[in-house]
T-cell receptor
């Protein structure tokens, strides 16, 4: 069985500061990895995904994440955050055979302030 | 692309009542998923359809839950004899092809009193 751990439930950060949201997964097989963002009163949106190939993946809104197989991690980073990045961020994992059947972490609330 | 739409946005019901939610996926998407999200948790997989066939159901989906997707278009999720533990946000998502990107609706928030 797969599982995802998001170590921080909340991350406060000042605008224009860098941020890293941590995600660790466990799986006995190869995996696909995803980050989704949920803005208030909106559906989840895909930020980025790792399927194979380069371990550094770039997504929308200036976010990037690095797949580290040895540490079973997929941390999300942004060099300079904006107020509009305030949202809930979910890391998710799936089996490549059933790509859309996701196992989500509990989420990290990113709160950006001036 | 009009997005995935869910109806209603909010539903308040009394324990023991039946409720039904509707999801309209993006028109060309052949796969449709239902997830459930409780406060402080990430979404949990409930079930999914490929066209009109229901291919998998989670163990979370008790016998009181039933989902349909007639003609491979919209889908309904019915909960019979609701319990307070059913209170949650019910999310619908759709995709196509290899399904590496899910498109989510805004969800239906169910409150069971």
């Amino acid at each position: 069985a797969q599982s995802v751990t998001q170590l921080d439930s909340q991350v406060p950060v000042f605008e224009e500061a860098p941020v890293e949201l941590r995600c660790n997964y466990s799986s006995s097989v190869s995996v696909y990895l995803f980050w989704y963002v949920q803005y208030p009163n909106q559906g989840l949106q895909l930020l980025l995904k790792y399927l194979s190939g380069s371990t550094l993946v770039k997504g929308i809104n200036g976010f990037e994440a690095e797949f580290n197989k040895s540490q079973t991690s997929f941390h999300l980073r942004k060099p300079s955050v904006h107020i509009s990045d305030t949202a809930e961020y979910f890391c998710a994992v799936s089996d490549p055979g059933t790509a859309s059947k996701l196992t989500f972490g509990t989420g990290t609330r990113l709160q950006v302030t001036l | 692309d009009t997005g995935v739409s869910q109806d209603p946005r909010h539903k308040i019901t009394k324990r023991g009542q039946n409720v039904t939610f509707r999801c309209d996926p993006i028109s060309e998407h052949n796969r449709l998923y239902w997830y459930r999200q409780t406060l402080g948790q990430g979404p949990e997989f409930l079930t999914y359809f490929q066209n009109e066939a229901q291919l998998e159901k989670s163990r979370l989906l008790s016998d009181r839950f039933s989902a349909e997707r007639p003609k491979g278009s919209f889908s309904t999720l019915e909960i019979q004899r609701t319990e307070q533990g059913d209170s949650a946000m019910y999310l619908c998502a759709s995709t196509y092809g290899r399904g590496e990107k899910l498109f989510f609706g805004s969800g239906t928030q169910l409150s069971v009193l």
